[in-house]
T-cell receptor, first 117, second 112 residues
Framework: GAVVSQHPSRVICKSGTSVKIECRSL??????MFWYRQFPKQSLMLMAT?????????EQGVEKDKFLINHASLTLSTLTVTSAHPEDSSFYIC?????????????FGPGTRLTVL | GQQVMQIPQYQHVQEGEDFTTYCNSS?????IQWYKQRPGGHPVFLIQ?????EVKKQKRLTFQFGEAKKNSSLHITATQTTDVGTYFC????????????FGQGTELSVKP
């Protein structure tokens, strides 16, 4: 089946540093990937839609300069949390949509837990 | 904007009891998907419903899509401990660029 990986799985950083999270579709090409943020025991909040070769589409209230998204290839999207602060601590999950599949479902990566000290 | 509400937030059942979670959208949906997230895991796709009034079954799980395509439900018959997790509905509206809006999820715990 379709597999999506994320790296790193867990990161702890100091306030003010930038953190890059990678999302890869391992066995399929994904023209569209999605980045979500999930707080403990809460739903997935869509942050942005990442389109290969073009600018990401950000949801209302998500700072573009804070959360930089790059979708350089059909198998890789990156999310960079710039100048991270403790309130950015969260579980970040990416997903990739399998284009042309019968259900057009999204396959989720395992997530990255970010802790900002 | 489009909102997807899901109830209940939590459900604790005895093993063998039935369980139902309900999902309501503020707007008409082109389709709705259901996902399951185990504790500590990531969401895993269960099913997609597209047609008005559609009913689909997967073993002990029954999924329904309302006639107006604004609500959906997931019913589990005779729950087992392996059913533990959070169940999310996710709706895709028309003219939304294909993005899914997730409900808040229903966390199911099953007491053996």
């Amino acid at each position: 089946g379709a597999v999506v990986s994320q790296h790193p799985s867990r990161v702890i950083c100091k306030s003010g540093t930038s953190v890059k999270i990678e999302c890869r579709s391992l066995d399929f090409q994904a023209t569209t990937m999605f980045w979500y943020r999930q707080f403990p025991k809460q739903s997935l909040m869509l942050m942005a839609t990442s389109n290969e070769g073009s600018k990401a589409t950000y949801e209302q209230g998500v700072e573009k300069d804070k959360f930089l998204i790059n979708h350089a290839s059909l198998t890789l999207s990156t999310l960079t949390v710039t100048s991270a602060h403790p309130e950015d601590s969260s579980f970040y999950i990416c997903s990739a949509r399998l284009s042309g599949s019968f259900y057009n479902e999204q396959f989720f990566g395992p997530g990255t837990r970010l802790t900002v000290l | 904007g489009q909102q997807v509400m899901q109830i209940p937030q939590y459900q604790h059942v005895q093993e063998g009891e039935d369980f139902t979670t309900y999902c309501n959208s503020s707007t008409t949906l082109s389709n709705i998907q259901w996902y399951k997230q185990r504790p500590g895991g990531h969401p895993v796709f269960l099913i997609q419903l597209v047609k008005s009034g559609e009913v689909k079954k997967q073993k002990r799980l029954t999924f329904q899509f309302g006639e107006a395509k604004k609500n959906s439900s997931l019913h589990i018959t005779a729950t087992q401990t392996t059913d533990v997790g959070t169940y999310f509905c996710a709706g895709r509206g028309y003219n939304q660029g294909g993005k899914l809006i997730f409900g808040q999820g229903t966390e199911l715990s099953v007491k053996p």
